[in-house]
């Protein structure tokens, strides 16, 4: 089965910089769309950004400029990037892969980023 394994979150001060990664494994990685989103406490799932299996990438207008992701396809590994962070840039972040094909999303478990100071 699909399996997507996030790490990289915690607690940072505002203005600082994290990266996550997403490892996905049970599935030809290269082949799919990766994106991250994000949930915040009280709040629906929402798009961070995604990147297409041939580099294209798509962002959220509250993170455009401060967020960067990225895909290392001999890996299986999709990254993001957090630069500035901000405090409403406090969620859970989910790594997301789309299976054009069937339109089926698999998510990984989340990992907590708080932006605090």
């Known amino acids: 089965q699909v399996q997507l394994v996030e790490s990289g979150g915690g607690l940072v001060q505002p203005g600082g910089s994290l990266r996550l990664s997403c490892a996905a494994s049970?599935?030809?990685?290269?082949?799919?769309?990766m994106g991250w989103y994000r949930q915040a406490p009280g709040k629906e799932r929402d798009l961070v950004a995604t990147i297409t299996s041939g580099g294209r990438t798509n962002y959220t207008d509250s993170v455009k400029g401060r967020f960067t992701i990225s895909r290392d396809n001999t890996k299986s590994t999709v990254y993001l990037q957090m630069n500035s962070l901000k405090a409403e840039d406090t969620a859970v972040y989910y790594c997301?892969?789309?299976?054009?094909?069937?339109?089926?999303?698999?998510w990984g478990q989340g990992t907590q980023v708080t932006v605090s100071s």
């Open positions: 997301n892969l789309y299976v054009r094909v069937r339109a089926v999303n698999y």
């Open positions: 049970g599935i030809i990685f290269s082949a799919n769309v």
